[in-house]
């Protein structure tokens, strides 16, 4: 399914097309794709507010056997099951790659966006940026935890969120409902308060039955501050809010790859007294390393946590992007590659 320029998601703008198989580079693998999720960061590559190389296949969380191996690929051998994230590659040799943040290196090339990604019967990546599968997913419950699982794992970590602190999550949706489980499982003694929009009382009770020690609406006090806190709403009132409830020396970390501009105006509600004074630190968290993915996905296993997925056919794809854009998908939405 191929994006040859950018259209309105409702204009089911990616075309079903006969490609070549890619060939696979010196150091790559080919991966015969069976399963790739969909994530709303599509959505904004569709429609032009995040610019990818068109024309360009979608995907970014995709699963896969490796077909055929290039000719100094050593890494993984025919038939092993592979996954491959948003960082499809990276030049290892500025500043930023040799302190284990190639996220943030100025050549860093994105799955789907830069090169072809998982919307396809085949892909190639390097086989570096390809990660094994653990046993107990599926491949269609394995695809979301190379986005929304591997993303949320590592906001978490930026937060430096310790044992017997307190967690506030803002927005509770496919990634924080991944978060909520990590951080109960690594840090046993801590809290985690969780701030959904007003009325959303499925969300509230989905995160109560994950755990979660309080929940309540963005503008609600909640009944001690918090340490941290990762924002993955696409708003800007809940950055606001969540300064306003965070501890001293806390963090907030946002989790977006944009955010919206029509709310921008409760920035002007920020004070420095109450929001930012005594340490408070506002953080962002861009794409992922290949350390995030390498310690997620055995971490997801050991957790026990099962993504719930919606399958769709490949040829499917505008559908379930609609879907998605609509917030009618039930989890994760995944493609299927037969
Ligand atoms: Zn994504
Ligand atoms: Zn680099």
């Given at each position: 399914m191929v994006l040859y320029k950018t259209a309105p998601v409702d204009e089911a703008p990616l075309q079903l097309k006969d490609l070549p198989i890619p060939q696979p580079g010196p150091k790559q693998v080919l991966v015969k794709v069976s399963a790739c999720g969909i994530c709303h960061t599509e959505l904004d590559e569709i429609e032009g507010r995040l610019p990818a190389k068109l024309p360009i296949v979608l995907g970014h969380q995709v699963i896969g056997s490796v077909d055929s191996l290039g000719?100094?690929?050593?890494k993984f051998k025919l038939s092993d099951r592979v996954g491959i994230a948003?960082?499809?590659?990276?030049?290892?040799?500025?500043l930023f790659c040799q302190s284990?943040?190639?996220?943030?290196?100025?050549?860093f090339k994105g799955t789907g966006c830069d090169a072809n990604g998982g919307y396809a019967q085949y892909t190639v990546v390097c086989e570096d940026f390809a990660y094994p599968i653990p046993d107990r997913f599926n491949d269609c419950q394995a695809a979301p935890l190379l986005c929304a699982g591997a993303i949320g794992y590592r906001a978490l970590r930026l937060t430096n969120l310790q044992d017997g602190q307190i967690l506030g999550l803002f927005g509770f949706g496919a990634s924080a409902h991944i978060v909520i489980q990590i951080a109960k499982h690594k840090f046993p003694g801590c809290k985690v308060f969780v701030f959904t929009r007003a009325g959303q009382k499925t969300h509230q009770d989905w995160a109560a039955n994950l755990g979660a020690d309080w929940v309540g609406e963005t503008g609600d006090t909640p009944p001690a501050k918090l340490n941290c806190a990762i924002d993955f709403t696409p708003a800007w009132k809940p950055v606001v809010e969540a300064l306003r409830v965070l501890e001293k020396g806390g963090r907030v970390v946002i989790n977006a790859i944009r955010k919206e501009?029509?709310?921008?105006?409760?920035?002007?509600?920020?004070?420095y007294p109450s929001h930012?004074?005594?340490?408070k630190e506002l953080k962002t968290v861009a794409n992922i390393t290949r350390c995030d993915a390498e310690e997620f996905l055995p971490l997801a296993a050991e957790i026990l946590i099962v993504p719930q997925v919606q399958e769709f056919a490949l040829e499917q794809a505008n559908e379930a992007l609609l879907k998605l854009s609509q917030g009618k998908i039930q989890g994760a939405g995944v493609l299927r590659i037969s």
């Amino acid at each position: 399914m191929v994006l040859y320029k950018t259209a309105p998601v409702d204009e089911a703008p990616l075309q079903l097309k006969d490609l070549p198989i890619p060939q696979p580079g010196p150091k790559q693998v080919l991966v015969k794709v069976s399963a790739c999720g969909i994530c709303h960061t599509e959505l904004d590559e569709i429609e032009g507010r995040l610019p990818a190389k068109l024309p360009i296949v979608l995907g970014h969380q995709v699963i896969g056997s490796v077909d055929s191996l290039g000719a100094k690929a050593a890494k993984f051998k025919l038939s092993d099951r592979v996954g491959i994230a948003w960082i499809n590659s990276a030049c290892r040799k500025c500043l930023f790659c040799q302190s284990g943040n190639e996220n943030l290196c100025p050549e860093f090339k994105g799955t789907g966006c830069d090169a072809n990604g998982g919307y396809a019967q085949y892909t190639v990546v390097c086989e570096d940026f390809a990660y094994p599968i653990p046993d107990r997913f599926n491949d269609c419950q394995a695809a979301p935890l190379l986005c929304a699982g591997a993303i949320g794992y590592r906001a978490l970590r930026l937060t430096n969120l310790q044992d017997g602190q307190i967690l506030g999550l803002f927005g509770f949706g496919a990634s924080a409902h991944i978060v909520i489980q990590i951080a109960k499982h690594k840090f046993p003694g801590c809290k985690v308060f969780v701030f959904t929009r007003a009325g959303q009382k499925t969300h509230q009770d989905w995160a109560a039955n994950l755990g979660a020690d309080w929940v309540g609406e963005t503008g609600d006090t909640p009944p001690a501050k918090l340490n941290c806190a990762i924002d993955f709403t696409p708003a800007w009132k809940p950055v606001v809010e969540a300064l306003r409830v965070l501890e001293k020396g806390g963090r907030v970390v946002i989790n977006a790859i944009r955010k919206e501009e029509k709310d921008k105006d409760s920035l002007l509600e920020l004070s420095y007294p109450s929001h930012l004074w005594l340490e408070k630190e506002l953080k962002t968290v861009a794409n992922i390393t290949r350390c995030d993915a390498e310690e997620f996905l055995p971490l997801a296993a050991e957790i026990l946590i099962v993504p719930q997925v919606q399958e769709f056919a490949l040829e499917q794809a505008n559908e379930a992007l609609l879907k998605l854009s609509q917030g009618k998908i039930q989890g994760a939405g995944v493609l299927r590659i037969s």
